[in-house]
């Protein structure tokens, strides 16, 4: 039982660092600039060592855009009824699992989203990771391996759901990010501009 506790208190430690590590680099990131902000500078604003910070995220891209986001998706895609077509799984399951984290803290995601966007150093791994995300939603929903329509089902989702994001990031967060998003799916199954 010690040992589990043990255990169950190093992972919060370990997950309040790195998100201690996040919060100070896009705090860093804001104040200064993205490429003005080291690592070390990071590091110490977070109270850990410049060694630790390379234990969480190897990369400084990666404490911007390294998160939890797609297997909390491919969750919520599974759990949504399987009668449900690929496009409206997908759907669903960004609204509610975005919804979740937009509730939490709109001002973060919309300040790591500008950031990403707009950096582009980040652009560049964003769209890296736009691969492995559509690998994993397309496996989601797939009732086997996937297939090239899954991937490419998968892939107009994410296009969706990044349009949505830029339209966010343009409008300074001025409209609901969870409008967004059902707009832009709205705009997908019609086939037609909105």
């Given at each position: 039982?010690v040992a589990g506790l043990m255990a169950d208190w190093r992972e919060r430690k370990k997950a ?84 979740v984290i937009y509730a939490a803290d709109r001002d ?87």
């Amino acid at each position: 039982m010690v040992a589990g506790l043990m255990a169950d208190w190093r992972e919060r430690k370990k997950a309040l660092t790195r998100q201690r590590l996040q919060e100070q680099a896009l705090r860093l990131f804001v104040e200064h600039g993205y490429e003005a902000t080291t690592v070390a500078r990071i590091a110490a604003a977070a109270g850990v060592s410049h060694m630790t910070f390379f234990r969480y995220f190897p990369t400084k891209e990666d404490v911007v855009l390294s998160d939890s986001y797609d297997p909390l998706l491919v969750a919520a895609i599974r759990a949504r009824p399987a009668t449900e077509g690929p496009v409206t799984r997908i759907h669903g399951a960004v609204r509610d699992g975005l919804g979740v984290i937009y509730a939490a803290d709109r001002d973060a995601l919309l300040e790591r989203v500008r950031l990403a966007l707009r950096t582009p150093a980040l652009r560049a791994r964003l769209w890296e990771n736009q691969f492995a995300t559509r690998d994993l939603l397309a496996e989601a929903v797939s009732e086997g391996a996937p297939t090239f329509g899954t991937r490419v089902l998968a892939s107009v989702c994410l296009a969706a759901l990044t349009s949505a994001l830029e339209e966010w990031v343009a409008d300074d967060g001025a409209a609901e990010l969870p409008d967004l998003i059902d707009d832009a799916f709205r705009a997908l199954a019609d086939g037609r501009s909105t």
